[in-house]
């Protein structure tokens, strides 16, 4: 008797067990942000799961510095998850033409966003699209509001109201006037030079004009991006040569630094973090010169062609590209600028400032990223090294810009006109 | 299978050895004829192409490669030459020291001088990029508690020092390990030659120079050769304090970064196994010369003393 009472509970438990499989699908995202997992834990995932029942979403996100190469590694193999957060330009392109990324461009959601938001995800042709975009960064220059009042400054307009107001700060003497290091070499490059550099070459009409071969890394529009940044060292604190990243969101959102190089990402790490006001004011302009600012694609998702769960991974996807994905998104993450064409509020008052940028300032992504990101060198990681030396002091701008343009021409053969 | 009357078979000396060679076997002989594979081949449209000493031939005859090789390469032996320099003298001082017999508190040096070398890297790496940190590290105090402010530099970030830095970081980490095999070496040193010696009036500094450091010599040569093939290996200490990029400006680069960016690739840079690996048998080949070197022309004509 009690045994077969036992054997029933089994059956039981088993038709249960069973039918829940039954129904519901597990997606495994895979993802470099692993400074998200709690947004995506606690409020985007549930979002989606109570509007789709049945589908169940796990974020699993790696170290973004292995990002890459253990992704590449889990595809290898077979092991990665059904959708994978795609890095933009040539990341993701060769992992679409290696057949590891499912070709998107039927989806209708896409209709969502512009071309250059799909450019970072698109084949160079255009013809297919692989990842469903989903935000942006910007780059600009978060400041300490109180020290501003305190010292009596205002937001700089133009590149010599910037230096000028960086002379008045060290002058003061109380606070560091400028919060960046050049051990992680990166942020002069994407801080520094991306940041400040996209007025010299006009943005895009720069950009495309040293892929299509007519200018060099030599001229002035790409030599005077490093000049400016060769003065930036003496406004960076005592000892900026070996000041890591973290020491200078540190040194920012303790008080001691008046002006921060940010990317918009910042912004909610540093509301955590800084129990001062934050303003911020783009890369100032030339005299008599337009607004120009990095806006770079740079996140987006795609899907795993060997996902056994396609169905419901799509279904995801139509959601990521939905308006409702898009204020959700931008709205917990502050920072992360949804590139969709819908209308969307932001809540976060520095994240709508740098927002705004985008009616007032021509945007333009950084400028090694498409097509010239490719080779050896790599030029992307050619202007981490080249901005951090010119900061540095231990190269000139005219060093840095030939040895850009070396590097290029080692690999890079423009298309014929 | 001859039918000569041989030597009886002696079974169990296979059957002894086969556990240690097939672990080793499939642990590093196996992985190191896989990486010589990868090395001659390369991928040619998504294929796996055979190339010959195609990578190679990139490798020192493309200018992007063949710096980057030579400066890892330039690296690795100021790395050794620190090394060689610093912390094995030191070692051997320290050992000659505490094998004094009036030493009071032996242990308790051994101990505190030897505890480094068992921590990881990575927490060795971090404690120290903390401590030079020029914002928050206690160096720079330190120095200016003692009046020496205007001698501090954020060693870690500037080119000319970065790598001697790091190189001075590992000696700290690693000095007890010459110590400990030097004070092993003289502790079996048997009393009757020291007092031998004593007799004919050869004490103190002299007994060092003249009787301890012959007989320790041996082992000092084992040392040497210890700290070259792990200083030829090196990677994980200036991955740590200085990242993938081996910055600033490359300035730490060592063969072991410039092959772990290769091989895995970087940021943006994707990873190509088959330079990655033919920079993987550079300096297996590199080290390999090395320690025959020193056991065919070193180790076969030093003299040893049998007690």
Redesign the interface.
């Known amino acids: 008797m009690r045994a077969t009472g036992l054997a029933a509970a089994f059956a039981a438990t088993a038709a249960l067990g069973g039918a829940v499989w039954a129904q519901e699908v597990t997606l495994t995202i895979e993802s470099w942000r692993n400074d998200d997992l709690k947004i995506w834990q606690e409020k985007i995932i549930p979002a989606f799961e109570a509007s789709h029942p049945g589908i169940k979403v796990v974020f699993a996100p790696t170290a973004p510095a292995q990002y890459n190469s253990a992704l590449n590694a889990k595809l290898e193999a077979g092991t990665a998850g059904d959708l994978i957060t795609c890095r933009p330009f040539d990341g993701s392109l060769q992992m679409f033409q290696k057949g590891y990324l499912e070709d998107l461009s039927d989806m209708e959601v896409l209709n969502n966003f512009g071309p250059v938001a799909k450019s970072g995800w698109s084949t160079d042709d255009g013809s297919a699209t692989y990842c469903i975009p989903m935000a942006s960064v910007i780059h600009g220059f978060i400041y300490n509001k109180d020290a501003f009042e305190e010292l009596g400054l205002e937001e700089p307009k133009t590149v010599d109201e910037f230096y000028a107001l960086l002379d008045r700060i060290k002058e003061d003497g109380s606070y560091i006037p400028m919060a960046m290091g050049t051990a992680d070499e990166w942020e002069a490059a994407t801080m520094g030079y991306a940041n400040i550099g996209t007025k010299y070459w006009k943005g895009e009409e720069g950009r495309k004009a040293l892929i299509a071969g007519k200018s060099k890394l030599t001229d002035p529009e790409w030599v005077e991006p490093y000049r400016e940044l060769s003065r930036w060292g003496q406004y960076l604190g005592d000892g900026f040569e070996a000041q890591s990243y973290p020491d200078s969101q540190n040194l920012f959102t303790l008080g001691r630094a008046a002006i921060y190089p940010a990317g918009s990402w910042e912004i909610s790490g540093f509301n955590a973090q800084a129990d001062f006001e934050m303003g911020a004011f783009p890369p100032p302009v030339l005299p008599g010169g337009e607004c120009y600012i990095s806006d770079h694609v740079d996140i987006a998702m795609g899907l795993n062609p060997a996902s056994p769960n396609k169905e419901a991974a799509r279904t995801f996807l139509e959601w990521v590209g939905s308006p409702e994905f898009a204020s959700l998104y931008s709205n917990a993450l502050p920072g992360f600028f949804s590139l969709s064409n819908a209308d969307i509020t932001l809540e976060d008052p520095l994240a709508q400032t740098m927002v705004g940028w985008r009616k007032s300032c021509n945007s333009s992504i950084r400028p090694y990223a498409q097509i010239l990101g490719r080779g050896t060198p790599n030029l992307h990681t050619e202007y981490w090294v080249t901005s951090a030396n010119v900061i540095r002091g231990t190269m000139t701008p005219e060093e840095a810009g030939q040895h850009m343009q070396d590097a290029l021409d080692s690999w890079y053969t423009p298309p014929a006109q | 299978m001859s039918s000569e009357a041989g030597p009886k078979r002696r079974w169990h000396i296979a059957v002894f050895l086969a556990p240690a060679v097939l672990v080793y076997t499939a642990l590093m002989i196996l992985p190191l004829f896989g990486t010589l594979k990868l090395s001659l081949y390369q991928n040619v449209d ?1 294929q796996q192409v055979f190339v010959g000493f195609g990578n190679f031939a990139t490798l020192f005859g493309d200018p ?2 063949s710096e980057a090789f030579w400066r890892g390469l330039k690296n690795n032996f100021w790395f050794f030459f620190i090394h060689m320099a610093v912390q094995n003298p030191i070692g051997i001082a320290l050992a000659a020291m505490l094998s004094v017999p009036a030493l009071r508190f032996k242990a308790f040096y051994r101990t505190a001088i030897f505890i480094p070398t068992i921590l990881s890297f990575v927490i060795v790496g971090f404690a120290w ?1 903390l401590i ?5 590290g206690i160096a ?1 105090g330190l120095l200016d508690a003692v009046g020496l402010k205007h001698l501090f ?7 000319d020092y970065a790598l001697t830095t790091i190189a001075l970081i590992s000696v700290w980490q690693y000095v007890g390990i010459p110590m400990m095999l030097i004070y092993a070496a003289l502790l079996s040193i048997p009393d009757e030659v020291l007092e031998a010696g004593e007799i004919d009036g050869i004490t103190g500094m002299k007994a060092f120079w003249k009787i301890k450091l012959p007989l320790i010599l041996p082992s000092i040569g084992i040392i040497s050769i210890l700290t070259f093939v792990g200083n030829f290996n090196a990677f994980d200490l200036v991955y740590t304090i ?4 081996a ?4 300035s730490t680069e060592v063969m072991g970064t410039l092959m772990f960016r290769t091989f ?8 190509d196994p088959n330079m990655g690996s033919a920079i993987a048998m550079m300096m297996f080949l590199i080290i390999l010369a090395g320690v025959t070197v020193y056991l065919f022309l070193i180790q076969t004509r030093m003299r040893r003393y049998q007690f």
């Not at chain 2, 030079?132 to 928050?136: A, D, N, T």
């Not at chain 2, 200085?242 to 990029?245: I, L, S």
């Not at chain 2, 910055?247 to 490359?250: G, I, V």
Request: no cysteine; hydrophobic share 35%.
């Open positions: 998504q992007n490669w990029k030079l940190s020029p914002l928050w720079p530099k954020p060693w870690l970030g500037l080119e200085e990242g993938a990029m910055a600033p400006n490359f895995f690739g970087h940021q943006t840079q994707p990873g």
